[in-house]
C-alpha cells in the first residue's frame, strides 16, 4: 500500500507565495517521477511540474519562472514553491510519483487526495 499526503495549501493573495509538500509512504521501492497537477472547476486536470529522480524538472508554461518543484529523495518528498500567485492559479492541487513498490516490480501511478489553493483578495 502507498499513499501520498499533500499539504500547505490555503487561501493567499494575488501576488503571495505558498509552498506545497507531498509525502509518499509505504510499500515503496523506487521513485521515478514525482510531480504537482491541478485542477480547476469545469476544466481538466493539468500538469504544473515533474521533478526526475536525477532532479530534471518539467514545467507548464503558464508557471515558468514563478513556481519551483524540488524533492527530498531521502524524505520521499516532493515540493512546489508558489511565488506570485495569480487568481488563475486558484485549483486543487494533486500530487503524484510514478514508484515501484519492489524491486523488479511493474511500475505505478499513484495520487495524492488534493490540496486546495484559493488566490483571491
Known amino acids: 500500500q502507498v499513499q501520498l499526503v499533500e499539504s500547505g495549501g490555503g487561501l493567499v493573495q494575488p501576488g503571495g507565495s505558498l509552498r506545497l509538500s507531498c509525502a509518499a509512504s509505504?510499500?515503496?521501492?523506487?521513485?521515478?517521477?514525482m510531480g504537482w497537477y491541478r485542477q480547476a472547476p469545469g476544466k481538466q486536470r493539468e500538469l504544473v511540474a515533474a521533478?526526475?529522480?536525477?532532479?530534471?524538472?518539467n514545467y507548464a508554461d503558464s508557471v515558468k519562472g514563478r513556481f519551483t518543484i524540488s524533492r527530498d529523495n531521502a524524505k520521499n518528498t516532493v515540493y512546489l514553491q508558489m511565488n506570485s500567485l495569480k487568481p488563475e492559479d486558484t485549483a486543487v492541487y494533486y500530487c503524484?510519483?510514478?514508484?515501484?513498490?519492489?524491486?523488479?516490480?511493474?511500475?505505478?501511478?499513484?495520487w495524492g487526495q488534493g490540496t486546495q489553493v484559493t488566490v483571491s483578495s
Open positions: 509505504g510499500s515503496i521501492f523506487s521513485i521515478n517521477a
Open positions: 521533478i526526475t529522480s536525477g532532479g530534471s524538472t
Open positions: 503524484n510519483a510514478d514508484l515501484r513498490s519492489y524491486p523488479h516490480g511493474p511500475p505505478g501511478s499513484y
